[in-house]
Structure formats: structure tokens, C-alpha cells
Nanobody, 125 residues
């Protein structure tokens, strides 16, 4: 199982970035995918997750209305469109995957078995 996150960078507050998580080595359309982030000195936290099947999504309150998660089963890639970025969004962003879990567990870090390397997002004020 491999996950490769990309698309991070330096952007001014109010700007946008699109993160990509390219995957391989597993049956993509049978797995849930999540984006998580970790800021310096803070614990890793959930950002947004998307389930397989009906494509149910989860967003942390801090990103609702600004971030959009999507998945392309043909390209086995998940995207995180991030708009109206704030300095508080600065973090290393990770994508992760797990075989289908209950929706109640979709946003739990402990639900995810496989993690990619992170991509740095820095938002300047």
C-alpha cells in the first residue's frame, strides 16, 4: 500500500491550494481515505475524510465551507481543495487509508492503517 501526498506549498492568507493523494497497491474503491494535519507542537488532527461506497464525507469544523474533499476512482487519487486559507491551516498534511469502516469511525486517526508522507502547507499572514 502506498500513498503519495503532494501539492503543498507557501501561500498567502486567503489563497488556495489543492492537495493530491496518489495511491497504489490496494483496491482503491473499497477503501476510505482521510486527510489529517499536524502543526508544530500540536497533535495530529483530522481534517477531512471520504468514504467509499456512497462517498460520505466528513469535515472538521475548522475547515467546513473552505475545504472540499473528492476522490477519483479511475485515477486512484483523492484531492483536498483548500480555499480561503488561514495561517492556522499551516501544518504538514497527511493522507491515510483504511478498509471500509463505520461512518462513526471515519474521522478517527486510529481507524487508519496506512499513511503517506506529509506535504507541508504554509499560510502566511
Amino acid at each position: 500500500v502506498q500513498l503519495q501526498a503532494s501539492g503543498g506549498g507557501l501561500v498567502q492568507a486567503g489563497g488556495s491550494l489543492r492537495l493530491s493523494c496518489a495511491t497504489s497497491g490496494f483496491t482503491f474503491d473499497s477503501y476510505d481515505i482521510g486527510w489529517f494535519r499536524q502543526a508544530p507542537g500540536k497533535a495530529r488532527e483530522e481534517v477531512s475524510c471520504i468514504a467509499t461506497g456512497n462517498g460520505s464525507t466528513y469535515y472538521a469544523d475548522s475547515v467546513k465551507g473552505r475545504f472540499t474533499i473528492s476522490r477519483d476512482n479511475a485515477k486512484t487519487t483523492v484531492y483536498l481543495q483548500m480555499n480561503s486559507l488561514k495561517p492556522d491551516d499551516t501544518a504538514v498534511y497527511y493522507c491515510a487509508t483504511t478498509s471500509r469502516v463505520a461512518l462513526s469511525a471515519l474521522a478517527l486517526l486510529s481507524s487508519y492503517d496506512y499513511w503517506g508522507q506529509g506535504t507541508q502547507v504554509t499560510v502566511s499572514s
